[in-house]
């Protein structure tokens, strides 16, 4: 990724609801949410939803598809984990011990659930 791709991703998350519409919709991966659902879950006006979403959009950091009427918004993880990545890389300067609380930090949040047995 490009630096101004990275600041525009990150310009977008340093904002309070942005920052909690970016969140709200990682947890609701991968079904996703309309906008009006954004809106009231968050309690923000509408109008005022739209435009943190176009925000994030423009930021490449959520992606909307249109279901019948309802515009469907969700997290894209690919690029979240791409401007992750970009904030990473070369973190340890080849010192894995320096990354490693981090990488710690990170791996219990994100590990695959085993599928259940039945």
Same mark, same amino acid.
């Given at each position: /990724? ?5 600041? !525009? +991703?990150? *310009?977008? $998350?340093?904002? =309070?609801? #942005? ?29 005022? /939803? ?5 925000? !994030? +959009?423009? *930021?490449? $950091?959520?992606? =909307?598809? #249109? ?52």
């Amino acid at each position: /990724m490009e630096s101004e791709e990275i600041i !525009l +991703a990150l *310009a977008a $998350l340093a904002q =309070s609801t #942005r920052l909690e519409v970016f969140r709200l919709l990682v947890g609701r991966e991968p079904e996703g949410m309309p906008a009006g659902e954004i809106a009231r879950e968050l309690a923000v006006p509408a109008n005022t /939803m739209s435009a943190h979403l176009s925000v !994030l +959009a423009r *930021a490449g $950091l959520i992606r =909307s598809e #249109r279901r019948s009427r309802s515009i469907i918004y969700r997290a894209d993880l690919d690029r979240f984990r791409a401007v992750a990545t970009f904030l990473l890389k070369d973190c340890c300067g080849g010192r894995p011990e320096v990354c490693a609380p981090l990488i710690a930090d990170l791996t219990p949040c994100c590990s695959p659930k085993e599928p259940a047995r039945g």
